[in-house]
């Protein structure tokens, strides 16, 4: 199975932009379809991003289309989350998962699953 690690997290005033960084271990990454979700304070966690396991293929919550840039680095065993524009609700703790087929939206989709990074953007 693979282990998750995310990075990058932190504090930013909205406008600014982060990138979140998970590095896989004990599997390569190229075997797994990869997610970002996010998880506010009293809700429910959520879809951001999902990539496939070439990066050729994307899928975006349409609250961070057009800001957020999912991507992957199979030889480096990490996938990416570019965050630009952020604003004040962006503002949750930031998870990547992984699966094996197709590119889910739900989280019970995915099998493994990180420890999360806190992103706080204050106004």
């Known amino acids: 199975q693979v282990q998750l690690v995310e990075s990058g997290g932190g504090s930013v005033q909205a406008g600014g932009s982060l990138r979140l960084s998970c590095a896989a271990s004990g599997r390569t990454l190229s075997t797994y379809v990869m997610g970002w979700f996010r998880q506010a304070p009293g809700k429910e966690r959520e879809f951001v991003a999902t990539i496939n396991r070439s990066g050729a293929s994307t899928d975006y919550a349409d609250s961070v289309k057009g800001r957020f840039t999912i991507s992957r680095d199979n030889p480096k065993n990490t996938a990416y989350l570019q965050m630009n524009s952020l604003t004040p609700e962006d503002t949750a703790v930031y998870y990547c998962?992984?699966?094996?087929?197709?590119?889910?939206?739900?989280?019970?989709?995915?099998?493994?699953w990180g420890q999360g990074t806190q992103v706080t953007v204050s106004s």
């Open positions: 998962a992984a699966t094996f087929l197709g590119l889910p939206r739900g989280t019970s989709a995915y099998k493994y």
